[in-house]
């Protein structure tokens, strides 16, 4: 399975942006798909995350209330709506997927998951 994340680019702060992300081949069914980035001399931190079948979602703390993230089931893909970004959400965005059902609890961490994308740049500039 492929992870294929798009939508990243330069934004000023207080801007927006949209990530997607789709699985290859399409018709895969995942069970929770994520997002996770990292900044530069940062590690890798949990954005968000959304169970596939009951629309769920969960997010960091650091992102609540101005990020959103969504999936369309016919498209089978998954979007990460980003708005009043700040200087701070400047990293490389990955898309992660797993077929598991993860407790709650597990969906934080990157362990949880069992595919990842390229990862697609975020630079927000103030």
């Known amino acids: 399975v492929q992870l294929q994340a798009s939508g990243g680019g330069l934004v000023q702060a207080g801007g927006s942006l949209r990530l997607s992300c789709a699985p290859s081949?399409?018709?895969?069914?995942?069970?929770?798909m994520g997002w996770f980035r990292q900044g530069p001399g940062k590690e890798r931190e949990f954005v968000a995350a959304?169970?596939?079948?009951?629309?769920?979602?969960y997010y960091a703390n650091s992102v609540k209330g101005r990020f959103t993230i969504s999936r369309d089931k016919a498209e089978n893909t998954v979007y990460l709506q980003m708005n009043s970004l700040k200087p701070e959400d400047t990293a490389v965005y990955f898309c992660?997927?797993?077929?598991?059902?993860?407790?709650?609890?597990?969906?934080?961490?990157?362990?949880?998951?069992?595919?990842w994308g390229q990862g697609t740049l975020v630079t927000v500039f103030s």
């Open positions: 959304v169970r596939w079948t009951s629309g769920s979602t």
């Open positions: 081949p399409r018709t895969f069914k995942s069970s929770v």
């Open positions: 992660a997927l797993t077929s598991r059902n993860p407790i709650d609890s597990y969906l934080y961490d990157s362990g949880a998951y069992d595919y």
